[in-house]
């Protein structure tokens, strides 16, 4: 409970003097503030303040003010504040020694300055207190831990995030974002320098600007995979409740006809040259052997166990999609696996390095180089192991259907997409064969037409006139 304030007569040093100086008896604990006197200037508010010394020491002025307490904020609702020494035994100087006037004006002075700092305060704590709005960065995090959890391509995404995503939009509030700022992002990229693999030592490389048409077309299908990036971030934001609107990137489009089908494969022939060129001693021949055998991406091969070949079959525990699969298999790629997983533990790695590690991320790079030079190649890279996979399978007569569930495809689009032109000279045999004849024409005397000799000129026909001029010998009839 507040005590009630005694008027004190401070406008004198006379009326000072005899003031109590509020000094305790032996044993007695002093109060804090019994000795103060206190002068009403604005009641419950302000009260400008005196604290007598003994004699022989100038008192001291302070403004007593009332400051509302913030919420959850403890103690208490006034605030002491020391204004300087009083006029008691020497002259007033307006700064550090104050008469009576001059205490009252600082101290309106201070509760002004306080009742400021409370607002400040006060609206300080009520923006403390608002949710701060989802951020491009905010919503890569969450999306990058949902894809981590759920699916494989965590790592490349998050990859993408940090470099091509987040330095340019990463400080943005979601709601702030706008189409024309995600296309002009979208266009700077795409004219922008690809990265090179740099040291973490060095400063980074770039490849030159793109400059021809598949160059430009390569870089812009890159940026297309970075904006499905950013758009599975902002839907998933969306779809979860944490922005109301997902019309600015709804409107921007990825670039079109870009996405060229990946038509380098090898050849039967090359397959020998390359496997025999493989370094067996490493590990290395295995893996890839099991890539042509399955088309299997190198994740995926790299994550499996022994006891993932069983009844036939390879078992896809960890896929690109996130789904698991299992890998139909050839007679000779059943005998391959049934050989190399024979002897080994059921969790143990089915493809190790020679240090018995398993095969990790960027691992294949230099042996898979190393084999194409020295079996006199052009260089692939090991993905293009599952494009000969496809390639050669098609081309053989498998069906496509068939194909894509192999390669862990939800329908046969992709496959179509890349590998559909290698079926062309199959189909039509496929019509030629299958296709029964109606006897609806039959052989007649219509042979088909041959040009006539005499539309055809020979270079005997033809002499020199001039270095510019030539004349034909005989005429057309």
Request: glycine share 6%.
């Amino acid at each position: 409970m507040a005590r009630t304030i005694r008027e004190a007569t401070l406008d004198s040093r006379t009326a000072r003097s005899n003031l109590k100086t509020g000094t305790k008896k032996s044993g007695e604990k002093k109060k804090s503030g019994d000795d103060i006197h206190f002068r009403t200037l604005i009641p419950g508010e302000l009260h400008l303040g005196y604290r007598r010394h003994q004699s022989g020491v100038p008192g001291v002025w302070l403004a007593r003010i009332y400051v509302k307490k913030m919420s959850g904020e403890k103690g208490s609702p006034y605030k002491k504040v020391v204004l300087g020494r009083a006029d008691d035994y020497q002259d007033a100087d307006g700064e550090k020694v104050l008469t009576f006037g001059q205490a009252q004006k600082l101290a309106y002075k201070a509760a002004e300055d306080a009742e400021r700092e409370s607002k400040e305060a006060a609206i300080a704590q009520e923006e403390a207190a608002k949710p701060k709005p989802l951020t491009v960065k905010d919503a890569i995090e969450d999306y990058i831990v949902f894809l981590k959890a759920h699916k494989k391509t965590g790592r490349d995404a998050e990859r993408r995030a940090n470099v091509l995503i987040l330095p340019t939009l990463g400080d943005v509030a979601v709601v702030d974002l706008t189409t024309d700022q995600l296309a002009k992002w979208r266009d700077a990229l795409a004219a922008a320098p690809a990265r090179l693999r740099t040291r973490p030592t060095e400063d980074q490389r770039y490849k030159p600007a793109p400059a021809t048409a598949d160059e430009k077309r390569a870089r812009r299908a890159t940026v297309n995979r970075t904006l499905t990036v950013l758009k599975g971030a902002l839907n998933r934001a969306f779809k979860l409740g944490r922005v109301n609107d997902d019309l600015a990137w709804r409107r921007v489009e990825p670039f079109s006809n870009v996405s060229a089908a990946r038509e380098d494969f090898l050849s039967k022939e090359e397959i020998t040259r390359f496997l025999n060129a493989a370094d067996e001693g490493s590990g290395f021949r295995a893996i890839a052997q099991a890539a042509l055998l399955t088309g299997c991406r190198y994740g995926e091969l790299c994550n499996l166990n022994a006891k993932d070949f069983e009844h036939g079959r390879i078992v896809v525990r960890e896929s690109k999609s996130g789904k698991p699969r299992r890998v139909r298999l050839t007679p000779e790629a059943v005998n391959f696996f049934t050989e190399h997983v024979a002897g080994l533990a059921k969790d143990a790695p089915m493809f190790v390095k020679s240090d018995g590690e398993r095969w990790g991320p960027s691992h294949q790079i230099r042996p898979m180089l190393a084999a194409c030079v020295a079996a006199k190649i052009k260089p692939v890279g090991f993905h293009q192991l599952r494009h000969t996979y496809a390639s050669l399978s098609i081309m053989n007569g498998a069906l496509l259907n068939a194909v894509a569930r192999n390669l862990g495809h939800a329908n046969t689009s992709m496959v179509e997409k890349h590998y559909g032109h290698l079926t062309d000279d199959y189909m039509d045999e496929a019509i030629r064969v299958g296709v029964p004849e109606f006897g609806i024409t039959k052989p007649g005397k219509v042979v088909p037409f041959e040009p006539a000799d005499r539309f055809l000129l020979n270079r005997a026909d033809v002499v020199e006139l001039e270095p510019d001029q030539m004349v034909v010998k005989k005429d057309r009839k």
